[in-house]
């Protein structure tokens, strides 16, 4: 017999579509400004300044909505994501893709969604139904192919592979530490202090930045800040929206849109125009994105095994100081 969702579940699950939707739009269109940006930045300048720009307009927010600062619990997380996603990651993936053509920096970097969802079975006991994993290797298959067809004549260093590798990893172990933190602390702080972390370890770039920053054109120095304030700021926020309210593998999976949007707004901002297989790339991009969030009650089921451990770990322990109840944005158990 068919089961009728209840409405505050379906609102719920819409609203971390729309929110993944606005991520994955976003870090698309940062393409466009990096190619800008890194001209006139080195990679450590460009991650500090786009970091500072984006703590910048996370604060102000948190000031406009009085959001305090995180509950203890949530801290653990938030440091180590801030670390190794806002942080580390930003600088390896900038100095990377200066060092490789664009089809090893797609082929190394885009690994970082299936550690993602291993990581989050192993450390978070997240599913991983064949669905998810089909979806995800016919993605990374689109995502290798968008990045073969768009590459030049440029060429692949050993420096730059391990730099992208890295770059694969640091996000992988940010998305997973930051999942829990998400239980105990609401998107917009988790962001924020995040974001923090990631600027306050980019710190020693702070010299570079200044110095580049004077004599940079004013076209490289906006684009950095549309990445802090619109691809960080926005973005990862609504990421933590969505995360919230998911799996970490299906969240990752979800990324791999990406590139068959950056192939739509290079056309549409640069004026290259895609070939039959970049095309064909990007479509498989899409299509596996559309495998692995796909499926009966697929998303249903999802958010409802994570809704459980947390009113059952509320009913112990009860909630944090700042934490709010999400149960009613999750779907009801299914009942035989």
Do not use: H
């Not at 997380?77 to 490789?100: D, H, K, P, R, T």
């Not at 016919?138 to 990045?147: D, I, K, L, R």
């Amino acid at each position: 017999m068919n089961r009728l969702v209840p409405r505050p579940a379906r609102r719920g699950e819409l609203l971390a579509a729309g929110a993944a939707a606005v991520t994955v739009v976003l870090w698309a269109s940062a393409f466009v400004s990096i190619r800008s940006a890194g001209t006139a930045y080195s990679p450590g300048a460009l991650a500090l300044g786009r970091l500072l720009a984006g703590a910048l307009t996370l604060g102000v927010i948190c000031l406009w909505r009085r959001e305090g600062p995180p509950p203890r619990a949530a801290w653990r997380g938030i440091a180590i994501s801030g670390l190794l996603w806002f942080g580390f990651y930003m600088v390896a993936l900038n100095w990377g893709e200066q060092q490789v053509d664009a089809g090893t920096a797609a082929l190394v970097v885009n690994v970082g969604p299936i550690l993602i969802a291993l990581l989050g079975a192993r450390l978070l006991g997240d599913a991983m139904p064949p669905r998810l994993l089909a979806g995800m290797a016919v993605s990374f298959a689109g995502a290798v192919t968008v990045g073969l067809s768009m590459s030049g004549e440029g060429g692949s260093s050993l420096l730059g592979v391990v730099l992208c590798l890295l770059a694969a990893v640091a996000y992988a172990g940010g998305v997973v530490a930051q999942k829990p933190a998400l239980g105990v602390a609401s998107p917009l702080q988790v962001t924020t202090y995040g974001c923090l972390v990631g600027a306050v370890a980019c710190l020693p770039f702070a010299g570079q930045l200044v110095s580049e920053a004077a004599r940079a054109p004013l076209s490289a120095t906006l684009n950095m800040v549309y990445l802090g304030v619109f691809p960080t700021a926005l973005a990862f926020t609504t990421w933590a929206y969505a995360l919230a309210r998911t799996t970490a593998g299906r969240m990752g999976a979800t990324t791999y849109a990406v590139p068959a949007l950056v192939v739509l707004m290079s056309w549409l901002a640069l004026g290259e125009v895609p070939g039959p297989v970049t095309l064909a790339g990007g479509a498989l991009c899409l299509a596996g994105v559309a495998v692995s969030r796909s499926g009966p009650g697929g998303a249903s089921r999802s958010a409802t095994a994570m809704g459980r451990p947390a009113r059952k770990q509320g009913r112990k322990r009860g909630r944090a100081p700042g934490q709010r109840d999400e149960a009613q944005d999750r779907p009801l158990p299914d009942r035989a």
